[in-house]
């Protein structure tokens, strides 16, 4: 009886606050209502959970309905049947902050993931069991993938997290974008597809599924869409909403690569587009990227910062303007859910890509204005008024009437990062370091790791992904007579090692990295053999494990052979393969396996001779955590490449000796035309990656703190300095009748350095006065209105800056204020 009271209770309360999520032709709804919806992708690992409530908040003040995270497995399962849920990856604390802040969540769980992950999110040991085939209907990764997927959905039931239990997840995900990849796979891939839906259907979540980019996605899933621009999009199902889960708001790094950029403007038109075309969900990939840590980077060659120029920046800063101004396209949005859900729609072209679209219900109308054209604008005549619709461009007219927001018309400021010197510190840019060698002498000396094979393997089938680093060692004896010796001899490796140390008798004959999207390589150098035993030592070095494409999994990597030794003289080479010898392999190094990074580590470090351009070396040195709150940063320039840690953190690979190439970069960026990833480039000739994320949370406020570097090409750590980065100045260039608020993010503005209302021009810390100007100071008025204020708003009009006569050209405010 009481537990029937029980059960009777249960079944009361959660029809209560149960959120009925479900989906028609037009848009998701939930309970019953049409919805327009915008979600923003924030990965739980790539920062940590002391940062996700700010972060969480920030994407809800900036106007959005929902956070989107894809969930990891490798991370969750790093060995099969141990989880860790723990710390970063308290999947289920993160669910609930953004319940906490009564967002909704969208759950990809995927598994495989992609995201410039390690291996897509994948675990290395599902590779190495038997006859494993990823992705396809192989019956030990169906089975490895339904135990993860299950396992996920159980835990977040178990927590009431899915709307249908009253929780905030209303969308979840299978599988990722296996439509771009699927031919490969054959009839087989088509039926792991059907699998997959049956699956994911089998897990009563009571939420809708999606598969992005899933043509023949099989009902009740929804295929949605990934790119850049997804207004063409056409779902496969008319009865499937136009969603689109991934508008990608700028672009990953690697290693050699330059930082990319996405225009406001342009991510503005994109998503302006799609709901002027009838989309009604839209999600930022990223809406904030963060860090990849420790080696959550994926491959290869992904950096450790995965900034994506979002509209949060790395630390969780507010990169403006692309966050405030489209956190106000976001209001407008909003504002128009009714009518963009119900309405009746109806489109006028006005040709040269300019055309009108009308969404229509009884109680009134919204319209959008677009304009497509890269190099004109356009003027559209509607309903007797005339509006100019600049290229490339929409315009939002909730009542049809007035203009409540152009994508290019940029109202919102744009906020300059600095880097300030850590104020803890008394001489912040001289850390007292100590160091010590790696100790490498049973491989290098005598070649001793702890199995043997006679065969050259991948390395993922010897590490398990366990570390990036692996030893291959094998011995060469000369009699002293033999041909080889005497002649000009030298080691041959063809390898697919991201970075190759070789070490011939305990000596560095040298390294090499590979070029980036050239992974098979030749590597070979002189070498000295004597007569005896020689001992050959290849450290294989991995820097993230491919996370794309058909079969990725099978991607080599490591040294995969033939290696051999070529003697030659005038008329003769000789060629010894090695790839057959009895090779001995070790897994990591030394330092890590004994823990040097940790705090409470005992070993001995040496404060005499503190060398530089030393390969393989450890340094260590204690340093105060910068004061206030503003996000901590390492600039680790001068170093070579390795892995740092602060309090035995692990705060991810570093490696600011690659230069980013010098070509490519655009000195102007024009919004104006389609946005690809090499357009808009800035760092060209640059250290890849200088600066690197320290979490406040791995910071002791009070006392010392540690920083651990492993260099393992050599490097000078004299200039390395904690720093933290913060608003310095901020800008606007604003057409009249508009209002600006200045904000210096929670701090005092100090000065206005530039102001000129007229025509001015140029950009942000380089604003000059144009040819008209108004005879009133305007810095003047500026500083007596903001300097001094955390923020100010502006109304830009004749009455409070006079009527300079610019005929000709509309009036602007262009001003930069110091923070
Ligand atoms: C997509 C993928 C994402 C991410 C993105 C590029 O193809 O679904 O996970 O990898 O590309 O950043």
Redesign the pocket.
């Known amino acids: 009886m009481v537990s029937l009271r029980f059960l009777l209770c249960f079944l009361f309360v959660s029809s209560v606050y149960a959120t009925i999520v479900s989906h028609d032709g037009r848009a998701i709804t939930i309970d019953g209502h049409r919805r327009v919806l915008l979600s923003g992708s924030i990965h739980y690992p790539r920062s940590t959970p002391e940062m996700w409530p700010d972060l969480i908040k920030k994407g809800k003040e900036g106007g959005l309905d929902a956070i989107e995270t ?1 969930v990891f497995w490798n991370a969750h399962e790093p060995t099969r049947r141990q989880y860790d849920f723990s710390g970063k990856l308290d999947l289920i604390r993160f669910l609930k902050t953004i319940q906490d802040e009564g967002l909704y969540g969208v759950l990809r769980i995927g598994p495989y ?4 992950w390690n291996y897509g999110g994948f675990p290395v040991w599902l590779h190495n069991m038997p006859g494993m085939v990823f992705r396809t209907t192989n019956k030990a990764f169906m089975d490895e993938m339904q135990n993860f997927t299950t396992m996920i959905v159980d835990m977040v039931k178990k927590e009431n997290l899915f709307a249908s239990q009253g929780g905030p997840i209303i969308l979840a995900q299978i599988e ?2 296996y439509g ?1 990849v699927m031919g490969p796979y054959g009839e087989s891939g088509k039926s792991y597809i059907k699998w997959c839906a049956n699956m994911a259907q089998s897990l009563n979540v009571g939420v809708p599924w999606i598969m ?1 980019q899933q043509n023949d996605a099989p009902q009740p899933m929804l295929n949605t869409c ?1 790119g850049f621009y997804c207004d063409d999009f056409v779902p496969n199902n008319p009865n499937t909403p136009k969603m689109w889960t ?1 508008n ?1 708001t700028g ?2 790094k690697q290693w050699g690569g330059k930082n990319s950029h996405r225009t406001t403007e342009d991510v503005a038109f994109s998503v302006a587009r799609f709901f002027q075309r009838g989309g009604t969900f839209n999600n930022y ?1 990223m809406y904030h990227g963060g860090t990849n840590f420790d080696r959550t980077a994926g491959g290869p060659y992904i950096t450790t910062s995965y900034d ?1 120029d979002a509209p949060l920046d790395e630390y969780g800063n507010l990169n403006q303007p692309k966050y405030g101004h489209l956190k106000q396209l976001h209001d407008v949005l909003h504002s128009m859910e009714k009518i963009l859900t119900y309405g009746n729609i109806s489109t006028i072209d006005f040709g040269n890509s300019a055309s009108a679209t009308i969404y229509r219900t009884k109680e009134g109308s919204s319209c959008f204005f677009g304009n497509g054209n890269e190099n004109s604008d356009a003027t559209i005549s509607f309903q007797g008024e005339s509006y100019v619709v600049p290229a490339w461009s929409v315009t939002i007219l909730p009542d049809c009437k007035n203009e409540a927001y152009n994508t290019a018309k940029i109202t919102t400021q744009t906020s300059m990062m600095v880097k300030k010197p850590n104020e803890a510190e008394d001489t912040p840019s001289t850390l007292k370091w100590s160091w010590r060698p790696e100790n490498m002498d049973n491989f290098l000396l005598k070649g001793k790791g702890e199995s043997t094979q006679t065969q050259l393997f991948d390395q993922k089938v010897v590490t398990n992904d366990q570390s990036d680093y692996l030893w291959y060692m094998t011995t060469v004896k000369f009699k002293k007579r033999d041909p080889f010796l005497g002649k000009n001899m030298s080691l041959r490796v063809n390898s697919t090692a991201h970075v190759l140390h070789a070490f011939v008798n305990g000596k560095h004959i040298g390294n090499q990295h590979v070029e980036n999207g050239k992974f098979n390589y030749v590597f070979e150098k002189d070498v000295k053999f004597k007569s005896g035993r020689n001992v050959i030592a290849l450290l294989s070095i991995t820097v993230g494990l491919a ?2 494409g058909a079969f990725f999994e099978s991607k080599p990597a490591g040294i995969t052979g033939p290696i051999s030794i070529t003697g030659r003289n005038v008329d003769e080479t000789i060629v010894k393969d090695l790839s057959a010898h009895k090779w001995s392999y070790k897994t990591g190094l030394n330092g890590f396996e004994n823990q040097l990074f940790r705090t409470e580590s005992v070993s001995k470090w040496s404060v005499e001779s503190v060398p530089f351009n030393r390969t393989m070396t450890w340094y260590k040195a204690t340093f105060k955590a910068p004061l206030g709150n503003d996000p901590v940063v390492v600039d680790l320039l001068g170093l070579g490449k390795g892995t740092a840690w602060v309090n035995g953190n692990n705060i991810g690979r570093y490696w600011p000796a690659f230069i980013s190439s010098e070509n490519g970069c655009a000195a102007k960026c024009n919004y104006r035309g389609p946005y690809h990833a090499e357009k808009c480039l800035t760092n060209c000739g640059e250290p890849t990656q200088r600066w690197y994320h320290v979490p406040r949370s791995f910071l002791n406020a009070e006392g010392d703190n540690t920083l651990v570097l492993f260099e393992e090409m050599g490097g000078n750590p004299s200039l390395v300095s904690f720093q933290t980065t913060r608003v310095g100045s901020v800008c606007a260039n604003v057409y009249e009748k508009n209002s600006i608020e200045l904000s210096c993010d929670r701090k005092p503005i100090s000065a206005i350095k530039f102001a000129s209302f007229g025509n001015p021009y140029g950009n942000c810390g380089s604003f000059e006065k144009g040819t008209c100007e108004s005879s009133n100071n305007t810095i003047d008025i500026l500083t007596q209105e903001c300097v001094g204020k955390e923020k100010c708003s502006i109304d830009v009009s004749t009455e409070k800056f006079g009527a300079p006569d610019c005929t000709g050209s509309v009036r602007r405010l262009a001003v930069e204020a110091i923070c």
């Open positions: 894809y993931a992609c995201a410039e990722n974008e771009n992005c990934n991934e990608w672009w990953f990939y994506y996370n794309y």
